[in-house]
């Protein structure tokens, strides 16, 4: 009969885990898990929150900078309310050493929100989709 008891308490100690990397995961508590699909919004007005952790972020394409592999972009919501790339609260610049997307592309990019410098963020992208 001991067997089973200790199957038993191996396997409330597994739930518990289980349920505590949930919470963590769910609240956004654990730095190494990746976040859920952010908008730029998002992104912008909490940047520490997401430094350093692997995230996915879309938005509409504002500028491109072939020379330095960079392009930044804008909240989807701010370019569906005024129809152009130039009326946004917050830009993100992307670093992206592939294929640059056009100006107004609607993108998702995963990568890690950088900060050169003090009060500057960049966020460093290892892959980039299109979206429809």
Same mark, same amino acid.
């Given at each position: 009969?001991?067997?089973?008891?200790?199957?038993?308490?191996?396997?409330?100690?597994?739930?518990?885990?289980?349920?505590?990397?949930?919470?963590?995961?769910?609240?956004?508590?654990?730095?190494?898990?990746?976040?859920?699909?952010?908008?730029?919004?998002?992104?912008?007005?909490? #940047?520490a929150?997401? @430094? $350093?952790?692997?995230?996915?972020?879309?938005?509409? =394409?504002? &500028?491109?900078?072939?020379?330095? *592999?960079?392009?930044?972009?804008?909240?989807?919501a701010?370019?569906?309310?005024?129809?152009?790339?130039?009326?946004?609260q917050?830009?993100? #610049?992307?670093?992206? @050493? $592939?294929d640059?997307?056009?100006?107004?592309?609607? =993108?998702? &990019?995963?990568?890690?929100?950088? *900060?050169?410098e003090?009060?500057?963020?960049l966020f460093?992208?290892?892959?980039?989709?299109?979206?429809?």
């Amino acid at each position: 009969m001991r067997l089973p008891r200790i199957a038993i308490v191996l396997g409330a100690a597994a739930l518990i885990v289980a349920g505590v990397v949930l919470t963590r995961t769910l609240r956004g508590d654990d730095p190494t898990v990746t976040a859920a699909v952010l908008d730029v919004d998002q992104l912008a007005t909490n #940047p520490a929150t997401f @430094a $350093g952790r692997e995230v996915r972020l879309t938005g509409v =394409v504002s &500028a491109v900078q072939p020379e330095q *592999q960079l392009f930044a972009v804008i909240d989807h919501a701010e370019y569906a309310d005024c129809k152009v790339v130039t009326c946004s609260q917050y830009q993100i #610049p992307i670093n992206y @050493a $592939g294929d640059l997307p056009a100006v107004e592309a609607s =993108v998702t &990019a995963t990568g890690h929100l950088t *900060q050169p410098e003090p009060g500057r963020y960049l966020f460093q992208a290892t892959a980039l989709e299109l979206n429809p």
